[in-house]
């Protein structure tokens, strides 16, 4: 059963997303969830990191918006089918999250792309700071690894999915990658394969967090369709309400 060590809403600071706005996040810190708990709280619009489960709390803004795609009515778009195709001859290991020098290194090399290109803020993980934020253990937490067997000295770990499974509800919690990859679409064909795992699993959902179409980094998770929306941010012991989008209903 759940134990809560702490429940605060931040106070406003510089939006990630949207940096001409303020944001906030609601946090719950969580010991002993149960996936079945955990599930309650992700239907709802929360989201994990290691002891941390979190929501937007911001005022006056709703751009934040949870997103998931009903498994079974799933059909890839013609662009993202050519992504699963390019990245076919890659192996990919579904197993419990790891840290090590390899994921370390595939993580700094993957951000500090994002900091030249996105214009990021810089983020020098430590093993430490991995294990709390990707690793830490969890009834419910999963790795979808990428490995590049063909490759130069290798087999080559080119990505790593952040992941969580629940009897109702597979969370696709993040994605890093090689950049050297990136050719490939990988983080597209990273979500058509956690879709397939859901499918296989007979999980009805694959839940991609939240998209924020003002912001490139979040805006493709629209591209996934039939997808559903989270219509609002209901009290945890409220009744969620996801619907279609309008041009999908």
Partial sequence: MAFLLAHEVEQPRACSYLPEREASL?????EDVTPEEYEHLLVRGWRRFGLVYFRPACVGCNACVSLRIPVEGFRPNRSQRRARAACSHLRVEVGPPRVDDARLALYRQWHSERE?????????ITAREYSLQFSYPHPSAREVAWYDDGAEGGP???GVGICDETPRAWSAVYFFYDPAYAHLS??????LHQVELAKARG??????GYRVLACASLRYKGAFRPHE????RPALDAAPHWVAPPEEA
């Fill in 26 to 30: 609601e946090n719950l810190v969580l």
């Fill in 186 to 191: 990988l983080g597209t064909a990273n979500v």
């Fill in 156 to 158: 080559r770990l080119v």
């Fill in 229 to 232: 929306l989270l219509e609002e």
């Fill in 203 to 208: 999980i009805p959902h694959v839940y991609l």
């Fill in 116 to 124: 030249t290109k996105r214009e990021w803020e810089p983020s020098p």
